[in-house]
């Protein structure tokens, strides 16, 4: 058993669908790539003889190191994640045996992994990966990444049901939410330029078609008949304009002068 785990420290690099560098979810895009290296957990069951060692070797990056000499004794080569039982009764001093080995996930292009997120909690990001294979049974792993931690902790087994193996993980990445750009374009301004400054003409020659011609209606709008034809640009009006802000400024100006002069005497 120790020679098994000393020889799972080697690193092979393996491509697959799953990039855990690169993860989109809806908005949030994750980075998992703080994750790459061989996480090791175990659970313990005892028992009336002895015991039951369960330990999990987890990469979900990369594939765990494959050693073709270790034979039964380690998962097949493209393996992320791998369980290895062994057993140690209390009558003898031997090492733990060996008694089964599981592959759970495997970078398999065959099975796509699959993702959801939810804002409960501070955020959780839920990965289902496959591709495992266990006495004919198809495995997968449900890992919980509980997003934004002050650091990376080590994945904690919650059970194995039904193949499935469950991992909950506190991450510190939170998801990156793409900002948009807001910033205008200069032919954004333009067009609004534009549209603001046709909006205040046909606001101005409504008040002045009303106020010069009592207009109403459909005449309000500014403009002239050009052989028999309705042009919507008035140039009367436009050279009316002037005389109109000076008529505006003076009726202000009258008006915050009384104003302040107040009432006179009687």
Not at 13 to 26: E, L, M, P, Y
Request: charged content about 25%.
């Amino acid at each position: 058993m120790f020679i098994a785990v000393g020889q799972l420290l080697d690193c092979t690099a393996f491509d697959s669908k799953f990039d855990c560098s690169n993860i989109q979810v809806g908005e949030r895009n994750f980075n998992l790539s703080s994750l790459n290296k061989v996480w090791t957990r175990s659970t313990l069951e005892k028992f009336s003889q002895g015991e039951l060692n369960t330990t999990y070797y987890i990469n979900i990056c990369e594939a765990l190191p494959y050693n073709d000499t270790l034979e039964k004794d380690t998962c097949e080569a493209g393996t992320n994640i791998c369980a290895i039982k062994t057993i140690k009764f209390n009558d003898t001093d031997d090492d733990p045996k060996i008694v089964d080995v599981k592959q759970i996930v495997t970078n398999s292009t065959d099975i796509p992994p699959s993702y959801s997120f939810s804002e409960v909690n501070d955020g959780s990001l839920e990965i289902i990966l496959g591709g495992g294979e266990y006495e004919k049974e198809k495995q997968k792993a449900n890992i919980t990444f509980l997003i934004g931690q002050d650091d990376d902790y080590d994945p904690d087994i919650k059970e194995y049901k039904d193949n499935t193996l469950f991992i909950e993980w506190k991450i510190k990445t939170s998801g990156d939410i793409p900002k948009v750009d807001s910033s205008w374009s200069l032919f954004s301004i333009f067009l609004f330029v534009i549209f603001i400054g046709f909006l205040g003409y046909l606001v101005i020659g409504v008040a002045y078609n009303h106020h010069t011609y009592n207009s109403h209606g459909w005449d309000l709008l500014p403009h002239r008949f050009v052989n028999n034809e309705i042009i919507l640009i008035d140039w009367d009006f436009w050279r009316s304009v002037p005389y109109m802000l000076s008529d505006l400024s003076k009726n202000i100006l009258n008006y915050i002068s009384g104003h302040y002069r107040g009432y006179s005497q009687v």
